[in-house]
């Protein structure tokens, strides 16, 4: 029978480490740091041999943590970038169809702004005519008036009348091409005018 020179307790089987104690039995080790401790020079490699021998039921699950921890670090960074690099796809795709969204709005404003701009230039043109017509009619309205201004609503001479008639029937004229404009920029009038004020005198 053999018994652990550090804790004496017996040993059953050959073995290099103390199931006890945990102590290193590798004599030819102990014995070579021994040895080499007589000169006061402790032989670094032999000690480190007998630390280890005694310590690796430790340094075993220490070493397979550490690697196991390393592992699962990379396999969990390889599926952070997995996921990032898929949602940064579809981030690409929402953003792209945000653009689109963009440009097709930019467009449509942009159409929209020039149908706009076009509806108040006829507008504008309308207005125009309108405001010509309206001075056509006084116009012709003030002629008239003159026409009107004695008992017998007749030009004091031939030449008066020839006068009145002229330029009445060109302010007609100019009245009935302002009407005709306003169709081309499909402009209804309901209101009918009689333009012929003075129907003997345009005969």
């Not at 006061?40 to 070493?63: G, N, T």
């Not at 006829?122 to 004695?150: A, P």
């Amino acid at each position: 029978m053999k018994y652990c020179p550090y804790c004496a307790e017996a040993l059953t089987k050959p073995t290099k480490i103390c199931p006890y104690c945990k102590k290193s039995l590798e004599f030819e080790l102990i014995k070579e740091m021994l040895e080499s401790g007589e000169s006061s020079q402790i032989d670094k490699k032999a000690k480190f041999r007998i630390w280890y021998k005694e310590h690796s039921h430790i340094i075993y699950p220490f070493i397979t943590l550490v690697i196991g921890f390393i592992a699962g670090a990379i396999l969990l960074y390889g599926f952070a970038q997995t996921q990032f690099a898929g949602e940064r796809s579809d981030y690409k795709e929402t953003i792209a169809s945000l653009e689109a969204t963009i440009q097709n709005n930019a467009a449509s404003a942009n159409t929209s702004q020039t149908e706009l701009e076009e509806i108040i230039a006829r507008k504008d043109q309308v207005i125009g005519v309108l405001l010509e017509q309206k001075d056509l009619y006084s116009r012709m309205t003030y002629f008239t008036s003159r026409l009107g201004s004695n008992s017998t609503i007749t030009p004091n001479t031939a030449e008066d009348a020839d006068y009145y008639k002229r330029n009445t029937l060109y302010l007609i004229r100019l009245f009935e091409e302002a009407q005709e404009k306003l169709k081309t920029l499909d402009f209804e009038d309901e209101k009918n005018y009689n333009l012929q004020s003075v129907p003997s005198l345009l005969e």
